[in-house]
Nanobody, 125 residues
Framework: QVQLVESGGDLVQAGGSLRLSCAASGKIFSINGMGWYRQAPGKQREVVATTTSSASTNYADSVKGRFTISRDNTKNTVYLQMNSLKPEDTAVYYC???????????????????WGQGTQVTVSS
């Protein structure tokens, strides 16, 4: 009922910048928390940054001061601005959203955690 589609991943040199986007679509009533996670080869998926519906944010220590998460509730979209990229930022980046959705009736709502398909970010040294 709901899809998350990420975009913006690319190959970039160390010190460069990228902006990731994740748009949610479908029968959405509201979106609570949204966030970005990443998984490097041979490593577990880790949280990068999260934001609540009231726009409070949290960041992994490794990206504080370099990455900024933001969201546009009118577009059901979350962004990740990544500056001063390092080779260790190389990973597949995944979007996550805690969504309240409906199916046949707008007044019958459900809640589920959704993931995007991932977008590759590669930082060369």
């Amino acid at each position: 009922q709901v899809q998350l589609v990420e975009s913006g991943g690319d190959l970039v040199q160390a010190g460069g910048s990228l902006r990731l986007s994740c748009a949610a679509s479908g029968k959405i009533f509201s979106i609570n928390g949204m966030g970005w996670y990443r998984q490097a080869p041979g490593k577990q998926r880790e949280v990068v940054a999260t934001t609540t519906s009231s726009a409070s944010t949290n960041y992994a220590d490794s990206v504080k001061g370099r990455f900024t998460i933001s969201r546009d509730n009118t577009k059901n979209t979350v962004y990740l601005q990544m500056n001063s990229l390092k080779p260790e930022d190389t990973a597949v980046y995944y979007c996550n959203a805690d969504v309240q959705y409906y199916t046949d009736s707008y007044y019958r709502r459900y809640r589920k955690d959704y993931w995007g398909q991932g977008t590759q970010v590669t930082v060369s040294s």
